[in-house]
């Protein structure tokens, strides 16, 4: 593991860390703490009670942030004819078909989101060993495999964020920058808990939402309290 370094400690010697935050309090302390030459970027980060062993308790899906993400997100289209011509005239960085596969193939990934068509699915599953583990691989629950590219284009370009389990249970999703006001970062955590607690699974025993964090790039965590999230189940 990597060794912090001295601003972290010091940041993180001035508040308790087991303490739970209301969103705003949690989010005005993260703004305090960090101290960063660059905008960071503030990440949310969520420990469920699910086994993502089990196909029944794997959580992924995508969540529209109110107040956008901050950044400029590279979108990669695959698709051919006229929904190639749409995805371009939509915004995508980076429009192709078995060009595209084949600069993948390269490792030349120069995007955050992948896009398809369905009818281009059988090219990208060839990619799934490249793209699954970086979660750039399109599916249909996420709204990245669909006929309607520009659509998604647009809402990925816009504030559209996706969101899925690790191998231990937890989601990652970052909800802005630490430039926006602190009522646009509670927003959008928000939006994030509110998605998070629509996609608990129906057989899931026990307590759903275990942990809530959020931190910026460079700083560390800050507990937030999962009630306040309408998250304490």
Do not use: C, W
Request: glycine fraction near 10%; charged fraction near 25%.
């Amino acid at each position: 593991m990597a060794k912090k370094g001295k601003r972290y400690g010091d940041a993180a010697q001035r508040y308790d860390k087991q303490h739970p935050h209301t969103a705003q309090e949690g989010v005005e302390l993260v703004k305090s703490l960090s101290a960063a030459k660059f905008d960071e970027t503030l990440e949310l980060a969520a420990r469920l009670g699910v086994d993502p062993r089990k196909a029944d308790q794997m959580i992924r899906g995508t969540v529209t942030l109110p107040s956008g993400t901050g950044t400029d997100v590279r979108v990669a289209v695959f698709a051919q004819g006229e929904a190639a011509a749409q995805a371009g005239e939509a915004g995508a960085d980076v429009v192709g078909a078995d060009d595209l596969a084949a600069q993948v193939e390269a490792g030349k990934m120069d995007f955050d989101v992948a896009i398809a068509t369905p009818d281009m699915m059988p090219v990208v599953g060839k990619l799934g060993k490249i793209l699954g583990p970086r979660g750039l691989m399109p599916n249909p629950k996420t709204g990245t495999v669909t006929d309607d590219v520009a659509r998604a284009v647009g809402e990925f370009k816009s504030g559209k964020v996706e969101y899925r389990t690790d191998r231990q249970g937890n989601v990652h999703v970052p909800v802005g920058k630490v430039s926006f006001e602190p009522e646009a970062l509670v927003s959008n955590i928000r939006a994030v808990m509110e998605e998070i607690a629509r996609a608990k699974p129906a057989a899931l025993k026990g307590r759903y939402v275990r942990k809530v964090t959020i931190s910026s790039t460079m700083g560390p965590g800050v507990r937030l309290d999962p009630s306040d999230l309408g998250a304490a189940n």
